[in-house]
């Protein structure tokens, strides 16, 4: 496939996924995983787009623009110890030793044996593993961005028809009063990062925090001065046995059960684990 086939295909991918999520949401696909392909087009257009007002006569291989570099660096930071799960100073106690072990391999290539599964030699099928046999005219200076775009555009309105889509032709028209929606934000706002979720709990987390700092302090006032002067005061603890049920079966006033695991703050169910 040429540049211009790719990219024309990567439109098709980018207009079907941004109509078939305004049609079905989260039902169709994840949204972490829509934001990460779209965003993965976008880039892809975005450095052909530099490709050609930086050298227009060399050719751009889509194949090159991966991470297995940066997820090969991740398995070594994770499998150094047994322990998976760092903090920042392990990690970047990890990415040091890590850099070393990338500098031994580059040394000593006969000592990196790779990953089994990205390894390809032998492989049934496999073809095009390397620039050197791309035999598709993939220099930039060949390629129009717009006319890719819209080709890609004009296939998938085809397809929706063929699908039994009803109003296809006008699946991408996008009025006035909708200009904030693109293909990262199909609805007007980011998939995936649910900023305004994140926000609304931060903000009941610190409304929660202020509330009980202030109970706390007026508690601890209201002791100390109906307390009779002494060198130590007698703190109320709770103990395990205050909460286990006399009888077999008792329920102990419903402590553990999944309901009292959620309080009531300002309309919002909270988990009491994020309100403390």
């Known amino acids: 496939m040429s540049l211009s086939e790719q990219l024309t295909s990567l439109s098709v991918c980018a207009h079907l996924l941004f109509k078939l999520w305004r049609m079905n949401g989260g039902s169709f696909i994840p949204g972490q995983l829509y934001y990460d392909i779209q965003s993965l087009i976008k880039n892809l257009y975005w450095d052909t787009a530099k490709q050609k007002a ?37 990690l970047a106690d990890r990415a040091g030793a890590s850099a070393d072990l990338s500098r031994i391999f580059a040394d000593h290539p006969e000592m990196d044996h790779g990953h089994r599964r990205l390894h390809l030699e032998g492989s049934e099928g496999v073809d095009h593993t390397n620039p050197a046999s791309w035999t598709g005219d993939v220099i930039v200076k060949n390629v129009s961005l717009l006319t890719t ?16 889509v009803t109003d296809a032709p006008q699946a991408f028209a996008i009025t006035e009063d909708e200009r904030s929606i693109d293909m990262l934000r199909p609805e007007g706002t980011y998939v ?3 900023e305004s979720e994140v926000e609304t709990a931060t903000s009941i987390v610190s409304k929660v925090s202020a509330t009980t700092g202030k109970a706390n302090a007026m508690e601890r006032d209201s002791s100390v001065s109906a307390a009779e002067p002494a060198n130590h005061l007698e703190v109320d603890t709770l103990d395990l046995e205050d909460v286990i049920p006399d009888m077999p079966g008792e329920n102990a006033d419903g402590l553990f059960t999944k309901d009292n695991l959620w309080v009531d703050i300002d309309g919002h169910q909270v988990h009491k684990a994020s309100a403390i």
Do not use: C
């Open 54 to 90: 930086d050298d227009p006569d060399v050719g751009l291989y889509i194949g090159q623009h991966g991470s297995d570099r940066l997820e090969g660096k991740f398995g070594n930071y994770q499998t150094m110890t047994h322990q998976q799960n760092v903090d920042i100073q392990q």
């Open 149 to 164: 775009w819209n080709a890609g555009r004009t296939e998938a309105i085809n397809i929706l028809k063929v699908a039994g």
């Open 192 to 194: 995936g990062l649910r």
